[in-house]
């Protein structure tokens, strides 16, 4: 009798298990968002925004949507075949999970063309909105930055204002991605760091009602190269202001150009008449080089800008007119640079004890650091000139 029992209840106890296993496959609902790998059929590779790739097979009958740039609801979802989709689309999947992998029945896609065109229309947002310069203080009581903006007419303090809502970021210590940046918070935003922000802006432009913050700590550097190893992708330069030798490593995404010898001449001109009184160089003499072709000249007191005016040709907010003019100069590459020539360079602070990793190299400027090599760190506010862009899908 109690085998017979135990019998029942073994039978019992697989059907319950089994029963469970079916009620639970439908319920398993996965999804997944990110950007099509490659497509093969009804077999897509899908690259999430972190993690693994993860195999997607589309269902027959699977509802395939296509959500056009700015629009949040799908009743104005486009439907469209599967040969539509390809590598490159970001997508949404939902279905079944099924092992490492998701068996979709409905997805949800934004065309890369239009991933493109959305991020397009956030870069001209962020120039045409967009502030960036030094961190001069943070209150994050407050919820205020004051920022140190510079350009070519001078320096200009400006507060940024944030909310609750506002977005706040920070570059990862060795990625010029902005892609690459992480949450964070006004805590983490030092003296010294840059800063850019985006939102509206007061009229008299002394304040920013940041919709979007983005920031981190980036090197200066400004000297002569020691040496170049193009297949390595690193630039030895010997720092003009620190007198030690800086290794930065360059890669593709590192903007590499040479500096025009006649706008080199006119920025040089302009720093010397805006050079303290004493300041070797001051008042329009121009010193000599040091030996090997290295710039010379000393930093001034403090090594800071002075505030008055730099001549005409350069209309207020002229650093975001340098930035379009730095993205038409002439590109090089390492193979292009020689010891001896001088570069400024703005990099990423590094995970190490090296250099950091390039964000904009600029050759060509010799007249620039005989004139006065630390003010040519007004670089500095440019390395966030080029409008961070791409968010994430919601």
Known sequence: MKSKILAVMAVLATA?????????????????????????GNAITLTPESGADVPVTVEDGARILKLNPGEKDLKNATPIQLQDLK??????VRGHAAGQGIDALEVLVITSSAV???????????????VGGLVSSVDPADGTVTISVTSLSGKKEVTVKTA???????????????????????????RGDQLRARGERSADGSEVTAEEIVSGSFKNVAGVVNSVDASA?????????????????????????????????????????????????????RPEAAGNGAPGGQRPAGGETGNGGM???????????????????????????HKGDA?????????????????TLLSGVE???????SQAMMLTPWSLGGAPGGEGMQ
């Open 16 to 40: 319950i298990g089994i029963a469970a296993a079916q009620a639970a496959g439908p319920s398993a609902i996965a999804k997944q968002i990110g950007t099509i790998k490659s497509i093969n």
């Open 233 to 285: 992708g690193t630039i030895n330069v010997q720092d003009l202001l620190t007198k030690k030798p800086v290794v930065v490593k360059v890669t593709p995404e590192s903007q590499l150009h040479q500096l025009p010898p006649e706008m080199a001449e006119m920025i040089a001109m302009r720093l010397r008449k805006n050079l303290p009184a004493g300041t070797p160089g001051a008042g329009g003499a």
């Open 116 to 130: 493109d065109a959305v991020r397009e229309q956030i870069r001209q947002d962020w120039q045409k909105r967009g």
């Open 164 to 190: 609750k809502n506002t977005v706040i970021r920070r570059y990862a210590p060795d990625s010029i991605k902005f892609d690459d940046a992480k949450p964070s918070t006004l805590a983490e935003i030092h």
């Open 87 to 92: 590598a490159g689309d970001k997508v949404r």
């Open 343 to 359: 570069v400024l360079i703005v990099a990423t602070e590094g995970s190490g004890t090296g250099g950091g990793t390039a964000i």
């Open 367 to 373: 007249p620039i650091l005989q004139a006065a090599p």
């Open 311 to 337: 001549g005409g040709g350069m209309r207020q907010g002229g650093s975001r007119d340098f930035q379009s003019m730095l993205n038409r100069m002439p590109a090089v590459t390492l193979s292009d640079l």
